[in-house]
């Protein structure tokens, strides 16, 4: 129950994914009442939470007898990737006290001078002014070429709902599936396909589909063997690349799709023009094509001068290693916008684990700040500094069954990688991540 006497604190939270739904759920939650009265905006397009580490997935049609499958489930629907934000909030605004509300639009402006964000909503296009006192950016990116691994750039949950629809009965009607990109959410989707639809290779078979009904799952990487971007060891590439081949998918390494265009023959199907290490060019049709490469950081709303325009930056936001924004100490950033490290759900669940504490001890600085209390000698609460960890931790499934990986040196062998992802991509733990009960690993959020 709020306080009387505390102070009035509006944070404004950017993004409604894995970390913009914890923190708002952390501030209502954990914020002592008597430190300060917090009210909650959070701003995203999406009003159901997006499980999207799950989405690969969901590119396949949903198998009806998925709840009895104990090595797991091919085939996501729309009710194992969305959790609804509206019930998971309305506790907060329990009797009236209208702590939280939910803007369901995007961001096009932020001013940090006049600590003001401009929102366009989804429904109708208005322009909306929201005063903040504080702002946490969590943002996230888009897929470049607009695929449902994200929130599409160009909606919100229903459109996303939609874009995966139509990719489901594409693939249930195809004869070839084409997967381009050779990292991790291109490895995943080629494992779903391949598990269900592989056709029958030297090394092995997918049982999941009777024959008539295989498919030729094509996965294009830029590289000899996938994983080659996060540094995973040779030995776990090969892994993924002999597993792949076992669920009967022909990969095509060393070469990239540098364009696509409708069959002159037929208008649904998609011919793309792949281009080897070498420059040499050939052509294949596909009657499905999913690239799962390539993504743009969410900051196109923010000011130049906030951004890390260097090469290794991509144009994220400058912030210090307590996650404050460079020149701003009411602005916390967080996720794949984070300029101090690469994009990944660890990397996320570690920023949330320094972001929490550090914006309790903020609350607590700012609220004595109003009351006078550094003129009083009462002393600041210090803020945690984030480690950032260069120790690579990679789990790749290649479908329901397994998969591989690694931490640092270690390989994980498949079951471990069955146990702890594959059967469930995480899904079993979603509705309690809605909720604001848990994290990715810490479960007493």
Known sequence: MASSTAPNHTVVVLGAGFAGVPMAHHLLKRTPANVANVRVILVAPNDAMFFNTASPRGFLPVDADSS?????????????LFYDLAPAFAKYNAGGAKRF????????????????????????????????????IATGSDMTDGSPFKIV?????????????????????????????GGLTGVEVAGELGSVYGSKVVGGSAPAA????????????????????????????????????????????????????????????????????????STLETDVYIPAFGSTNNTGFIPEKMLDTST?????????????????????????????IGPSLKNVTEQLEVLAPNMQAYLKNWAASQSGGAKNGVAAAPLKDYGVSDTIVLA???????????????????FLIWFFKARYLGTDKAQEYANGNRTAQNSKW
């Open 68 to 80: 009895t499958n104990a090595k797991g489930t091919p085939g996501y629907g729309d009710d194992r």
């Open 101 to 136: 509300e939910q803007l369901v639009g995007r961001a096009t402006s932020l001013d940090p001078d006049n600590q003001t964000v401009e929102v366009k909503l989804l429904a109708g296009g208005e322009v909306q002014t929201v005063h903040y006192d504080t702002v946490i």
């Open 210 to 281: 009777p024959k008539s009904e295989k498919k030729d799952i094509v996965f294009i990487i830029n590289e000899p063997l996938p994983l080659g971007v996060y540094g995973a060891k040779d030995s776990v590439r090969q892994t993924v690349a002999d597993r792949l081949d076992a669920l009967g998918v022909r990969t095509i390494t060393n070469t990239t799709v540098t364009a696509t265009s409708p069959s002159p023959s037929n208008p649904k199907k998609t011919v793309l023009t792949l281009t080897d290490k070498a420059g040499k060019t």
């Open 396 to 414: 790749a499934s290649t479908g329901p069954a397994g998969g591989t990986g690694q931490m640092g040196s270690m390989k994980f062998p498949s």
């Open 312 to 340: 290794k930056g991509r144009r994220r936001v400058r912030a210090r290693k307590t996650l404050q924004a460079e020149g701003y100490d009411n602005i916390f950033v967080i996720g794949d916008v984070l300029n101090l």
């Open 153 to 181: 750039s160009h909606g919100g949950t229903a459109e996303t709902k939609a874009a995966l629809a139509a990719y489901r009965a594409q693939v249930k009607m195809a004869s070839t599936v084409v997967v381009a990109g």
